[in-house]
């Protein structure tokens, strides 16, 4: 099935005010967004529209009962040519609509998803930054939109994508705390799911760890607290001598994109990538033993992000002055030489528009 999508070009672009040397994160938006509607049967009303603000009933569904689920994704200007490469968009739309269907939301066709990022993109191809550790980051989200006072699943919601020119989101390397109180996802819940109420749930105890003077807060499993899980807005990876460990997915943990890219390309690149658990314990101990090399973070909007340390239990365990960066030097610059057209994109990952 095809749909139509309808294109209103804005009057008044902003680009001339968007400076792509100084970027920040999620602050500046570009000229177009994409929207449809879910009328409790069908997708009606595919639209390219000026950015601007959404008309919605006090009663929004989405804001009271939460069916609100969301995206990222990005992409990157050809070094030598600056077109927009979309990074694996479909594995962002079939995680869409995992999301979707654990919220009992209604999915979205694969041709729906990609025609509209696709215009959208072409649109708005100007700003995607062709800068050093520049990208556009893309974010498609569905919400319920019945004005209804209840809790059952909406019958109608809003599909819309829109996009930020965007710099790193972190800066530096993180330092990171083991959450031994607080849980981020319980088996049988949405842990697995991008929906807001987990990125709301996790505030609270990521502004305890920051008031502690952390970065970050790095979940463990839910019933014992032992067990490393990801942190509140990446998966993890940690280096020994001669393998790299990755958690294990589970229904608490979030399939991340860029997770799967790295260990497909650490692999590609010799490495021997092992998904299991993985517990503070081995962290502290292999750390103590001179095994552990290093530990580092990965996500759409983070990338890739070395941890400086971590704290557990009161202690502060330092990671990087001890180890060394090359596997994590070495996957970095592999993803990014296939992000920008540099190296063969030997997985097909890259979707040009
Ligand atoms: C992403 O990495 O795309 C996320 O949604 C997490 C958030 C830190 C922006």
Same mark, same amino acid.
């Given at each position: ?31 177009? +967004? ?26 929004? !569904? ?40 654990? +919220? ?6 694969? =041709? ?10 072409? *649109? @708005? ?21 019945? =004005? ?14 829109? /996009? /930020? ?29 991008? /929906? ?6 996790? +505030?609270?105890?990521? +502004? ?12 463990? @499993? ?26 294990? *997915? ?28 993985? !517990? ?64 063969? =994109? ?8």
């Amino acid at each position: 099935m095809s749909f139509e999508i309808t294109i209103e070009k804005t009057q008044n672009s902003r680009i001339g005010q968007f400076d792509p040397e100084n970027i920040g994160f999620g602050k500046i938006f570009t000229d177009h +967004m994409f929207l449809a509607q879910w009328n409790g049967s069908e997708w009606t009303n595919a639209r390219i529209v000026p950015y601007g603000p959404l008309s919605l009933s006090p009663a929004t !569904s989405a804001i009271h009962y939460g069916q609100s689920i969301f995206e990222g994704m990005k992409a990157f200007a050809h070094k030598k040519t600056g077109q927009p490469l979309l990074f694996r968009p479909r594995e962002n739309w079939k995680r869409l609509n995992r999301s979707a269907e654990r +919220m009992v939301m209604p999915v979205v066709p694969e =041709d729906l998803f990609m025609d509209g990022l696709k215009k959208l993109i072409e *649109l @708005d191809a100007a700003w995607v930054p062709q800068t050093e550790g520049g990208s556009l980051y893309i974010r498609p989200y569905m919400f319920a939109t019945d =004005d209804f006072i209840g809790v059952k699943p909406s019958e109608t919601y809003m599909f819309a994508i829109f /996009c /930020c020119p965007v710099g790193p989101y972190y800066t530096k390397a993180l330092k990171i705390k083991v959450e031994e109180e607080f849980s981020r996802a319980a088996p049988g819940g949405v842990g697995f799911t991008k /929906c807001a109420g987990n990125y709301g749930a996790s +505030m609270y105890p990521t +502004m305890r760890a920051q008031q502690e003077g952390y970065d970050q807060v790095l979940w463990t @499993d839910p019933i014992t607290h032992t067990l490393v899980e990801e942190t509140g807005t990446t998966n993890l990876f940690a280096v020994f001598h001669n393998e790299v460990i990755t958690p294990k *997915l589970g229904n608490t943990l979030l399939a991340g994109i860029t997770r799967d890219s790295v260990i497909q390309g650490l692999r590609e690149l010799g490495h021997s990538v092992i998904e299991r658990e993985l !517990s503070v314990a081995e962290l502290k101990d292999r750390l103590a033993a001179g095994e552990l090399k290093e530990i580092f973070i990965t996500g759409t909007a983070a990338t890739l992000i070395r941890i400086q340390g971590f704290g557990h239990a009161s202690t502060y365990y330092e990671v990087l002055e001890k180890g060394d960066t090359q596997v994590s030097d070495s996957i970095k610059s592999w993803l990014d030489g296939i992000r920008h057209g540099e190296t063969e =994109d030997v997985f097909g990952w890259n979707e040009p528009v």
